[in-house]
T-cell receptor
Framework: EAGVTQFPSHSVIEKGQTVTLRCDPISGHDNLYWYRRVMGKEIKFLLHFVKESKQDESGMPNNRFLAERTGGTYSTLKVQPAELEDSGVYFC????????????????FGAGTRLSVL | DQQVKQNSPSLSVQEGRISILNCDYTNSMFDYFLWYKKYPAEGPTFLISISSIKDKNEDGRFTVFLNKSAKHLSLHIVPSQPGDSAVYFCAASALVGGGKLIFGQGTELSVKP
């Protein structure tokens, strides 16, 4: 079974440009999350999709960030225009729908996209 | 405000000995805790988890302990192996929070042969 796939692995752009990151979750996983790690600090939550709907976007830094999840499958995260402080590693994670039984929330992460804004 | 804290940025242990990684949290709504392991240039890999209704969970060489009254959890690795050298992240989630994970800053473990 394929894991979470992210593309590109590394992106270098200039301030003011636009970048689009893509995430393909594990097949059948309804939950898709975006996180970001800046300058070796903690990994911070950005937003959460359940299928194609945004469940929680409380972690999105500002309106320069736009996330979509087409048809409840892959997701894109667009940064427009990019600023220097947007540099970091962007991780995508997915998890299956939580059913009955004890609450469990194991999220499976992709390798991340390293974004460098110059 | 940092809801999940890992106060030790790094830890060095000898191969074969026990590694103990610590994590503290402040939000009493957290009801599920996870440890992830991360190698350079890779994403975090799930290691072990524990529900708030338990105080211990064991999986092979890895054991997680939860002390709810102290809002503290720890990961024990016994015996430690050089391949365990990585950054370990503690994470917490709350059912009412929609499932987003709140991470600590990570602890870099180095296991020396």
């Amino acid at each position: 079974e394929a894991g979470v796939t992210q593309f590109p692995s590394h992106s270098v752009i200039e301030k003011g440009q636009t970048v689009t990151l893509r995430c393909d979750p594990i097949s059948g996983h309804d939950n898709l999350y975006w996180y970001r790690r800046v300058m070796g600090k903690e990994i911070k939550f950005l937003l959460h999709f359940v299928k194609e709907s945004k469940q929680d976007e409380s972690g999105m830094p500002n309106n320069r960030f736009l996330a979509e999840r087409t048809g409840g499958t892959y997701s894109t995260l667009k940064v427009q225009p990019a600023e220097l402080e947007d540099s970091g590693v962007y991780f995508c994670a997915s998890s299956p729908e939580r059913g009955i039984g004890p609450y469990k929330n194991i999220q499976y992460f992709g390798a991340g996209t390293r974004l460098s804004v110059l | 405000d940092q809801q999940v804290k890992q106060n030790s940025p790094s830890l060095s242990v000898q191969e074969g000995r026990i590694s103990i990684l610590n994590c503290d949290y402040t939000n009493s709504m957290f009801d599920y805790f996870l440890w992830y392991k991360k190698y350079p240039a890779e994403g975090p890999t799930f290691l072990i988890s524990i529900s708030s209704i338990k105080d211990k969970n064991e999986d092979g060489r890895f054991t997680v302990f939860l002390n709810k009254s102290a809002k503290h959890l720890s990961l024990h690795i016994v015996p430690s192996q050089p391949g365990d050298s990585a950054v370990y992240f503690c994470a917490a989630s709350a059912l009412v929070g929609g499932g987003k994970l709140i991470f600590g800053q990570g602890t870099e473990l180095s296991v020396k042969p």
